[in-house]
């Protein structure tokens, strides 16, 4: 079965620095998904990627498939508190489009004012 | 549009008793997914639905979980009965065909 590893689990850094968190599949993705989560709260879509190579931006958030479509990373430009939070990929199944996705297991993000 | 809206936000429950979590999908979506976290295992999809009907139930920890859809709109979850070990945040999440995933803000559980 397809799993999703993300890198770092946890991370810490200063107000305005840059940061980049990682997920690896261990099979082509046809669908990758990254979601932010607050403590205590539901998943916001943050961005979907598809293409090999794509890539796209949300104000200081960059997130990239890479052109074999089993890596992606998130970065952060320019970090600021309101962007802590658990960050969590997720995957369409190498089925397909199947509606059901499978996620890492986050990455918790400190950002120290 | 409201969302994808669950209730209760928080339910505390001792063990033994019958829990029902209930979601209410975003209008025009056709897949529900019921999903759990945990720090342990992470985020684990439990069962969905495509169009009223379930697909799969694979992930569905065992007999004491059950999932319906009565209608288009709505779901519930039920565990009964309940167990220290199900304490967890529950999550429904709904698309349309696959895409635009949208998930509701959750249902802490905590079984005492």
């Known amino acids: 079965s397809q799993e999703l590893e993300q890198s770092p689990q946890s991370l810490i850094v200063q107000e305005g620095k840059n940061l980049t968190i990682n997920c690896t599949s261990s099979?082509?993705?046809?669908?990758l998904y990254w979601y932010k989560q607050k403590y205590g709260e539901g998943l916001i879509f943050l961005m979907m990627l598809q293409k090999g190579g794509e890539e796209k931006s949300h104000e200081k958030i960059t997130a990239k498939l890479d052109e074999k479509k089993q890596q992606s990373s998130l970065h952060i430009t320019a970090s600021q508190p309101s962007h802590a939070g658990i960050y969590l990929c997720?995957?369409?199944?190498?089925?397909?489009?199947?509606?059901?996705?499978?996620f890492g297991q986050g990455t918790t993000l400190q950002v120290k004012p | 549009d409201a969302g994808v809206i669950q209730s209760p936000r928080h339910e505390v429950t001792e063990m033994g008793q019958e829990v029902t979590l209930r979601c209410k999908l975003i209008s025009g979506h056709n897949s529900l997914f019921w999903y759990r976290q945990t720090m342990m295992r992470g985020l684990e999809l439990l069962i969905y639905f495509n169009n009223n009907v379930p697909i799969d139930d694979s992930g569905m920890p065992e007999d004491r979980f059950s999932a319906k859809m009565p209608n288009a709109s709505f779901s519930t979850l039920k565990i009964q009965p309940s167990e220290p070990r199900d304490s967890a945040v529950y999550f429904c999440a709904s698309s349309f065909r696959g895409r635009g995933y949208t998930f509701g803000s959750g249902t802490r559980l905590t079984v005492v």
């Open positions: 099979k082509t993705l046809y669908g």
């Open positions: 997720g995957a369409d199944p190498p089925s397909g489009n199947t509606g059901k996705l499978i």
